[in-house]
Nanobody
């Protein structure tokens, strides 16, 4: 069973930056994960897809709300996917989750939670104005 562990959350002021990490030992070569995505969920709101990366060639996908501010990347040697978040806004405040889609998943939409079958426990990001 693939275990995903997020880290790097915290509290920052608007305009600040954070880098989240999602570590998953063997995610690409042992578990055959094709996509890793970052999702966020604010209290009372649905979980929304923020960004995703295709592990094969590092093609990236971004929601309009974060395009130009967030960057997803992967380090295969460290089995880690990163989410660099710049120019943070109060509306970015949420619990952030990373998720992985194994080879059995049909990923029609990288921003849909049902496309992923492995989830981390989440890390909290709070942005104050």
């Amino acid at each position: 069973q693939l275990q995903l562990v997020e880290s790097g959350g915290g509290s920052v002021q608007a305009g600040g930056s954070l880098r989240l990490s999602c570590a998953g030992s063997g995610y690409r070569y042992t578990y055959g994960v094709n996509y890793i995505g970052w999702f966020r969920q604010a209290p009372g709101k649905e979980r929304e897809g923020v960004t995703a990366i295709y592990t094969g060639d590092s093609t990236t996908y971004y929601a309009d709300s974060v395009k130009g501010r967030f960057t997803i990347s992967q380090d295969n040697a460290k089995n880690t996917v990163y989410l660099q978040m710049n120019s943070l806004k109060p509306e970015d405040t949420a619990m952030y989750y990373c998720a992985a889609a194994g080879p059995s998943q049909r990923v029609g939409n990288v921003f849909r939670p049902s496309s992923y079958n492995y989830w981390g426990q989440g890390t909290q990001v709070t942005v104050s104005s």
